[in-house]
């Protein structure tokens, strides 16, 4: 079975710029889970979908992040204009079943983000 | 909101040496995970706890769910290299999405 595909692995921008992760779940998963993990800390939620709608984005900084999932299979993550604080890694997670189901989560590789 | 918090947030210890590392939680849990995660690497699950009080071992690894589900344990017996990485116990929030702590990470020497 192929795990969550994330791409790119790696991304150095410069502050202002900005940038786009992409995510490709486990095929069937129904939700789909976009965490910030800055060095040295725990995995933060930024936004949970289930399908293509969105469950929780309340920590999502959305005067600067933005994320979809339109067909309900995969999604980006975009960040415009980049601050140096966004370094970190981007991890997409993702899970089997519905909401309430208290499922694992099943990581990609993450993309490494670094903001000069 | 529902937040945890782990400690200690680092341990070294030689190779053979027990380690434990600690989670709570400032509510209730319906359950809690335990995730691993290497250097350079990303978390990998390991198991979850559902029951009040529960205790689960997988090999060396023990981990126990408190009475009041709020507090939880990772206990390793006879470390071994292997074991290095960083451990983050994890709780659902409101939405069924993980609030993970800041982690434990395990230093093992030979």
């Known amino acids: 079975e192929a795990g969550v595909a994330q791409s790119p692995r790696y991304k150095i921008i410069e502050k202002r710029q900005s940038v786009a992760f992409w995510c490709n779940p486990i095929?069937?998963?129904?939700?789909l889970y976009w965490y910030q993990q800055i060095l040295g800390q725990g995995p933060k939620l930024l936004i949970q979908?289930?399908?293509?709608?969105?469950?929780?984005d309340s920590q999502l900084p959305k005067d600067r992040f933005s994320a979809e999932r339109l067909k309900g299979v995969d999604s980006t993550l975009k960040i415009q204009p980049a601050k140096l604080e966004d370094s970190a890694v981007y991890l997409c997670?993702?899970?089997?079943?519905?909401?309430?189901?208290?499922?694992?989560?099943?990581f990609g590789s993450g993309t490494q983000l670094s903001v000069l | 909101g529902q937040q945890v918090m782990q400690i200690p947030q680092y341990q070294h210890v030689q190779e053979g040496e027990d380690f434990t590392t600690y989670c709570n939680s400032s509510?209730?849990?319906?359950?809690i995970q335990w995730y691993k995660q290497r250097p350079g690497g990303h978390p990998v699950f390991l198991i979850q706890?559902?029951?009040?009080?529960e205790v689960k071992k997988q090999k060396r690894l023990t981990f126990q769910f408190g009475e009041a589900k709020k507090n939880s344990s990772l206990h390793i017996t006879a470390t071994q290299t292997t074991d290095v990485g960083t451990y983050f116990c994890?709780?659902?929030?409101?939405?069924?999405?993980?609030?993970f702590g800041k982690g434990t990470s395990l230093l093992v020497t030979p």
């Open positions: 706890l559902v029951k009040s009080g």
């Open positions: 979908f289930q399908n293509n709608g969105v469950v929780d």
């Open positions: 994890a709780g659902p929030n409101s939405g069924y999405a993980l609030n």
């Open positions: 509510t209730t849990l319906s359950n």
């Open positions: 997670a993702s899970s089997p079943g519905g909401l309430g189901r208290n499922e694992k989560l099943f």
């Open positions: 095929s069937g998963h129904a939700t």
